[in-house]
């Protein structure tokens, strides 16, 4: 649990480093890459990269807590169950209404 959170954690921070200078670098007439997407559209994708990112810290925190103590946090579980339901909810949102 804590590779695959360590993963996603790693991940999205590495792809948010990579939007921020993108974006900050479209202006650049020999820029080789440029965004051209609205405001509410970076809101989205960093509002997604934090919350993936999130979802990587739990199981980071929960498989810390077992290696720690021998057992699992039913809280934790919990909390990466709920958040896996969003997910799925929100792709489904997002795909019906695009």
């Known amino acids: 649990m804590i590779g695959l959170g360590a993963l996603l954690m790693g991940g999205m921070a590495y792809l948010a480093a990579e939007m921020t200078n993108t974006i900050a ?45 021998g057992r699992r946090n039913l809280v934790l579980l919990w909390i990466i169950f709920a958040s896996t339901l969003v997910f799925f909810i929100a792709g489904r949102i997002i795909r019906f209404t695009t």
Do not use: C, H, R
């Not at 820029?31 to 809101?43: D, H, L, P, R, V």
């Not at 997604?48 to 199981?59: D, E, S, V, Y």
């Not at 925190?61 to 720690?68: K, L, P």
């Open 25 to 69: 670098n479209s202006s650049d007439p020999n820029a080789t890459t440029k965004y051209e997407g609205s405001e509410f559209q970076i809101f989205f994708m960093f509002n997604a990269f934090t919350f993936i990112f999130a979802f990587g810290l739990a199981p980071v925190v929960a498989g810390a807590w077992q290696f720690i103590f």
